[in-house]
């Protein structure tokens, strides 16, 4: 079983080193694609000298692309390279780990091609940013249910995994800067089998969140064309 796991970073290189060196102690036979999305100042080269391993790849763009990019790269060298599956996860301690077991085993199974890591909780509860963050997500599944059916709670996660026929699919498509609900959209208009996986959100360990209020309206109201945009495709002409 070949993994290929996805590590995007931007500005977040105190915690690469912890979090690359547990991937490569729990699964000393995957590969890990750490992608330096512009950080100031490069995370590439202080990652070198720390990860001598042939299986931690470090690539880094010259400017801040945004995830889309990083994850069409990531796609990429996953199909290339002959991966089974490829698992995303952030650089900033958020994601459980542990959980990746969960993620992995309806792929494993075959009872799925996507597995979403559906958070369960909102950190920070009561403050602005949760606030806004709980009635984002809470819209956006609500209008997932009602124009693809979606039983996902949590279109905003960056934690999934996804097999070859997942990735097949997706990685001919130019992908937003913030690209989770394109993912989705795109999973929902084809044949692809989705599945979620709950989990509990850890505490950011390091780096701070670079969304704010009008980056969250935002993305909600780009979210919401980008849902209608991909139902109008469900239709013939």
Request: aromatic share 10%; glycine share 6%.
């Amino acid at each position: 079983m070949k993994i290929l796991f996805f590590v995007p970073s931007f500005n977040d290189q105190a915690g690469l080193p912890e979090l690359v060196s547990e991937l490569v102690a729990s699964y000393p036979e995957a590969t890990i694609l750490v992608i330096d999305d512009g950080s100031e100042p490069a995370i590439f080269l202080p990652l070198h000298r720390t990860f001598e391993a042939p299986h931690v790849v470090l690539l880094r763009l010259a400017n801040n692309e945004g995830l889309g990019l990083a994850t069409s790269i990531a796609l990429d060298y996953f199909l290339d390279g002959g991966f089974e599956f490829l698992v995303r996860l952030d650089a900033d301690g958020q994601h459980p780990q542990h959980e990746i077991e969960g993620l992995l085993l309806a792929l494993r199974q075959e009872e799925a091609d996507v597995v979403w890591g559906e958070r369960l909780n909102n950190l920070k509860a009561g403050s602005p940013k949760a606030v806004m963050g709980s009635v984002t997500k809470t819209f956006t599944a609500w209008l997932g249910r009602a124009i693809f059916r979606s039983t996902v709670k949590d279109w905003f996660t960056g934690f999934f995994a996804l097999n070859k026929t997942a990735a097949s699919i997706v990685a001919g498509a130019y992908l937003e800067r913030y690209c989770e609900v394109q993912l989705l959209c795109i999973f929902h208009n084809t044949n692809v089998r989705i599945k979620t996986h709950q989990v509990q959100q850890l505490d950011r360990k390091f780096g701070k969140t670079r969304i704010r209020w009008l980056d969250g309206v935002m993305i909600m109201l780009r979210s919401t064309l980008m849902m209608f945009l991909y139902a109008l495709r469900m239709y013939p002409k």
